[in-house]
C-alpha cells in the first residue's frame, strides 16, 4: 500500500493545479543534487517522481523548492530563492517567498463554484445572456445594431479561458460606442416630440374659453409631459383621463337631450304663437263684415244675430289667448328647467375635470388645483376682512426613508402625511402637493395662533402614527413654515414668506415650525 507521504499533490488543490498547468520545460531535480536534470514527462509522473521519498518536512520542503526552480519565468526564480533558503537552512527567507508565492499566484489562482464551473465561465454566461436576450430586445427598433449583440453572444458560447478575448473586446467596445452614441440621438428625438407636444397642448388651450372644463385634461398632461416621466405615472395620468372623458360623455349627452327639449318647446310654442296670429285674422276678418252688415241691419232681429256671432267670435279669441297664455307660462317654466338642468351638467363637466387638478398618488390637491384655490380664497378674505393662513410642509429624512425603503416606502410616507392632514383639517382647510416632498396648507379664516396650533397637532397626530415597512418602525415628522396674509399681498410674496420660514426651521432642526416674518 502506498504511503500517504509518498502520495503527489491533488490535482485539485491549489498547488497541484500550479504545477499541472505548467509543463513546458520542466526537469526534476533530485533532492540530492540540484543541478542534475530530470527527466522530462506527464506532470503527474513528473510530480510522483518529485516528491518520492519525501517523507520528512526539510526533503518536503526541497522537493518544492527543487521543483518550482523548474518553471519558467519569475516562478522559477522564486524555486531558486526558494533553493537558497534551503541550503542554508534559512527558513525564516524561506518563509518569507513561500508567503510571497502565494500572495502573487497561488491566490489568484481561479477557484471553482460550488456547481463546479468555474467562474469566468459563469461569467460568460451572464454576458451571453445579457447581450443575447436584453440588449438585443432594446435595441429592437435600432435595424443597424439589433443583430450584433446576438452575434457576439453566439460568439461567446465557443470561448474558453485561456483562449484570446481582444476580438470579443473589440466588438464590445464598438457595439457600447454606438449604443452611447444613438441614446443622446434618442434623448434628443424624446425632447423634440414632447417639446411639440406641448405647443399643441399650449395652441389648444388657447383656443378654449376660460370657462371651458377641457382645461383640466390640458393642464394634468402638460404638466406629466413637464417632468421625469416613468411607466407608473403615465398610467395613472392614462386611467384618470379615461374616467374622466367616460363620464362626460355621459353628461355631454345629457346637455344634448336637455337643449332639444327646450329646442322642441320653442317650436310648440311658435307654431301656437303662429296659431294665434291667424285666429286673430280671422277674427279681425269677421269683426270687418260684421260692421258692413251692422250698417245693413233693419230690425232688432238682424242687430240680434250679429250681436250673437260678435260675442261667440270674441269667446272663441278670448279661449285661445287664455290657452296660449296657459302654454306660454308652462314653456316658460320648463324652458327655465332645462336651462337649469344644462347649467348643472356643463357645472358637473367642470366638477368632473377637476377630478385631473388632483395629485393621483396622495389625493392631495395638484399645484393647478391650488393655484385656482387659494386665488378665490385670497378674494374671499379680502371682500369678507377674513385672516388666511398658509403653510409650506417639507418631510424630514424624506430621501433617507426612499433610499432604504424603495419609492414604494416613499409613497407610502407621502400618503400617511396627506391622510392624517385630511383627517384633522377642517373641511375649508386644503392640502395640495406641490412639489416631491413639498406640500402647501390653505387655512382660511384662521388667525396666526391657531394656524401654529393647527401644524403642532398635525405633527403630533403623525408622531403617533410611525409606519411599518419592511419589518420597520418608520416615524413621519416634517418642518413647516407658516405665514399669515396680509391685505392685498400677492401670492407669490406670501409663499416667499412661508418658504423664507420652513428654511428657518430647517436651519434650527427637524420636526420644526416656525411663524413667517410679517412683510416689510
Known sequence: MTDPHDAPPSPGTAVGRLLSRRQAGTRVIDTASVDAPGPKGGSSAMLQRLFAGAEQPEPLLAAFA???????????????????????????????????????????????????????????????????????????????????????????????????????????????????????????????????????????????????????????????????????????????????????????????????????????????????????????????????ALKEARSIADLSQLLQGVLQDTGRVQEQALQARDHLGNARREVEQAEQRIAELEQELRDVSGLVRTDPLTGALNRRGFDELVERELARAGRHGHPLALALIDLDDFHQTNTAHGHAGGDAVLRQLVAVCQLHLRSTDAIARIGGDEFVLLLPETPAADSMSTLLRLQRSLAQRPLQLDDTRVPVHFSAGVAQWQAGEPVDALLRRADAALYAAKRVGKNRVQAADAPR
Open 66 to 292: 527543487n521543483g518550482m526552480s523548474t518553471l519558467p519565468g519569475e516562478l522559477g526564480d522564486m524555486g531558486l530563492r526558494l533553493q537558497s533558503a534551503q541550503r542554508s537552512a534559512d527558513w525564516v527567507s524561506y518563509g518569507r517567498a513561500m508567503r510571497q508565492l502565494i500572495d502573487k499566484y497561488i491566490r489568484t489562482i481561479e477557484q471553482d463554484s460550488p456547481d463546479g464551473q468555474p467562474d469566468s465561465l459563469r461569467l460568460r454566461e451572464l454576458l451571453r445572456h445579457t447581450l443575447g436576450v436584453t440588449v438585443a430586445s432594446l435595441l429592437q427598433n435600432m435595424p443597424e445594431l439589433r443583430d450584433e449583440p446576438a452575434q457576439i453572444a453566439a460568439d461567446l458560447r465557443h470561448w474558453h479561458p485561456g483562449q484570446p478575448l481582444q476580438p470579443i473586446e473589440l466588438r464590445l467596445r464598438e457595439l457600447t460606442h454606438q449604443i452611447g452614441v444613438r441614446s443622446d440621438g434618442w434623448q434628443e428625438q424624446q425632447e423634440l416630440l414632447l417639446s411639440l407636444f406641448d405647443l399643441l397642448l399650449d395652441n389648444i388651450g388657447e383656443l378654449l374659453d376660460d370657462s371651458s372644463w377641457l382645461h383640466g385634461q390640458v393642464h394634468a398632461v402638460r404638466q406629466l409631459i413637464s417632468g421625469p416621466l416613468d411607466r407608473d405615472s403615465v398610467d395613472q395620468a392614462r386611467a384618470n383621463l379615461r374616467e374622466v372623458i367616460y363620464k362626460q360623455g355621459l353628461l355631454k349627452q345629457g346637455i344634448v337631450e336637455s337643449k332639444a327639449a327646450m329646442k322642441g318647446l320653442m317650436g310648440g310654442f311658435i307654431e301656437r304663437l303662429d296659431g294665434m296670429a291667424v285666429s286673430t285674422g280671422e277674427y279681425h276678418d269677421r269683426i270687418s263684415s260684421y260692421a258692413l
